[in-house]
């Protein structure tokens, strides 16, 4: 199995705000490009932000493109994603991945390891 990694999530009212923090374990290092999904019961996990080895590069899903960011502490070998302006929509499973290379990718097939997972839900 790859290496873990640790997801926070919880609850939160629509509106509100919420950080998501994963560590990364030795197996990942922090020359991978890291990147975070989310998946709603029934339907396929889907692509939400994305950061490069360095983190000079991001990208995000048009959906949460302005409300969420992606950052890096390669000191600490951790991501996290800044979640603002909760909408009940982005109730859903996240998981934080890590990237076979160091550059930005938005493809699940380029991550190598996952996270368990964590549930957010926001309520409305």
């Known amino acids: 199995s790859g290496s873990a990694a640790g997801v926070w999530g919880g609850l939160v009212q629509a509106g509100g705000s919420l950080r998501l923090s994963c560590a990364s374990y030795?197996?990942?290092?922090?020359?991978?490009?890291m990147g975070w999904f989310r998946q709603v019961p029934g339907k396929e996990r889907e692509f939400v932000a994305a950061?490069?080895?360095?983190?000079?590069?991001?990208t995000y899903a048009d959906s949460v493109k302005g409300r969420f960011t992606i950052s890096r502490d390669r000191t600490k070998s951790t991501v996290l994603l800044q979640m603002n302006s909760l909408k009940p929509e982005d109730t859903a499973v996240y998981y934080c991945a890590a990237a076979r290379g160091s550059m930005l990718t938005m493809l699940q097939s380029e991550y190598r390891y996952w996270g368990q997972g964590t549930l957010v839900t926001v309520s409305s």
């Open positions: 950061i490069n080895w360095n983190g000079g590069s991001t």
């Open positions: 030795k197996r990942t290092g922090s020359n991978n490009a």
